[in-house]
């Protein structure tokens, strides 16, 4: 059952890679990263189940909290940046 689960969230991580690679707008794209690396989470927790490793638990917390922190920096970053593109445009 546990390889049938990664099997899964392997194919649904192929996905979202193809979706952050062919989408057009940034938040598609930031979107599609964040749901790779969410998908990455549940599969080092599966990994961690299979194998009766419950340091890769640790491991998957920490990688979704990082996962968290960088998604919101990013958006931050292209938020600032359309913000600071409309004033100069503005101005010209």
């Known amino acids: 059952m ?4 990664a099997a899964a969230i392997l194919v649904t991580m192929v996905l979202a890679l193809a979706r952050a690679l062919l989408d057009s ?6 979107l599609a990263a964040n749901m790779f690396g969410t998908k990455t989470v549940l599969l080092l ?7 009766g490793r419950e340091d890769l638990l640790d491991l998957a ?5 990082i996962n968290f922190i960088s998604v919101l920096a990013v958006l931050k970053f292209v938020q600032d940046h359309a913000l600071r593109h409309r ?4 101005e010209t």
């Open 2 to 5: 546990y390889y049938a689960a």
């Open 25 to 30: 707008t940034v938040y598609d794209r930031v």
């Open 45 to 51: 927790a599966v990994v961690a189940f299979l194998y």
């Open 61 to 65: 917390l920490a990688y979704a909290l």
């Open 87 to 90: 004033q100069t445009d503005g």
